[in-house]
């Protein structure tokens, strides 16, 4: 089978030759089952860098770069799927952004995605136990629906992703403004 390998094997062996290793977790950081405190209301493991390279059998060590994604307004799947701050009701979302943001559902059961509005206090808890190098900061255009796929960025833009980076103390290297439109910032701290 062509598509079945060792995962370990081959993340090593790549590593061993220099090249760039990617390694993405499934969930976001709110959901992390050691992280979060919301236990049984997570996802079935650690979302940390540290575990990620566990989880693929990559040790920690030579240089290791983390990127840390944050959305602007947080999801989880539907039910009880554990706490989301500041909450808010696709509706309202919609109203307040003149129609442009929709309603979101999981890819597999098709069952409509909780969401909520910016928490700072996620951030920087991600930002303390992930210790990011950079950030990419994702759905910009639900902050700013005038931007949306946009490649170039008006002064209150910069102003606002310039807040963030402040408050989090991590430079914002890419912001998506929609699908596929993602600007390298460069971090302008």
Not at 110 to 129: F, Q
Not at 149 to 174: C, Q, S, Y
Request: aromatic fraction near 8%.
């Amino acid at each position: 089978h062509p598509y079945l390998a060792d995962v370990a094997d081959l993340a090593n062996g790549f590593d061993s030759r220099g090249d760039d290793i990617l390694i993405e977790t499934a969930q976001g950081f709110g959901l992390s089952l050691t992280r979060s405190g919301h236990y049984p209301y997570c996802t079935s493991r650690d979302v940390t860098p540290g575990a990620a390279l566990n989880d693929a059998g990559v040790p920690l060590a030579g240089p290791i770069q983390t990127i840390l994604v944050l959305r602007t307004h947080p999801i989880r799947v539907a039910g009880n799927s554990g706490p989301l701050r500041f909450e808010v009701t696709w509706d309202k979302l919609k109203e307040e952004s003149g129609g442009y943001i929709k309603p979101e559902y999981t890819t597999v059961t098709n069952k409509l995605r909780r969401v909520g509005r910016w928490d700072p206090e996620l951030a920087r808890a991600a930002v303390a136990a992930c210790r990011p190098d950079h950030i990419v900061l994702t759905f910009f255009d639900y902050w700013r629906p005038d931007l949306a796929n946009k490649t170039i960025l008006d002064p209150d833009a910069f102003r606002r992703i310039h807040e963030v980076e402040e408050e989090l103390g991590v430079p914002i290297t890419w912001v998506s403004t929609g699908f596929g439109s993602i600007i390298h910032m460069g971090g302008s701290n």
